[in-house]
């Protein structure tokens, strides 16, 4: 039996996932551009890129948050199939 899911519907969480995804990216981005000064013997990044390195941590929260959203929606999912009266009595 098939899945009845559609690979193109967002399942609850998918969208925070994203947006912590794209998130940690920009962190990532920010982080490399303040280290490299360091390596290259330049002068450092003012203040607010230090600031900005800060989101990889954020974006990594707001992806496990939508992570433990999905996981949560899983699970209310599968008790609702699993309860008595989802299911209905096979008539004779």
């Known amino acids: 039996m098939r899945d009845k899911t559609q690979t193109n519907s967002a ?3 998918d969208r925070l996932i994203r947006a912590g ?3 940690f990216f920009i962190g990532t981005v920010a982080t490399l551009v303040t280290v490299a000064p360091l390596f ?3 002068t450092p990044f003012p203040t607010y890129m230090f600031v900005l390195s800060m989101l990889m941590g954020v974006g990594f929260l707001i992806a496990g ?10 699970r209310r999912q ?6 008595p009266s989802a299911s209905p009595s096979p008539s004779r």
């Open 11 to 13: 399942a609850p969480g």
């Open 21 to 23: 995804a794209i998130v």
């Open 40 to 42: 290259l013997g330049t």
């Open 65 to 74: 948050a939508g992570v433990f959203q999905s996981i949560t929606a899983g």
């Open 78 to 83: 599968a008790r609702a199939a699993s309860s």
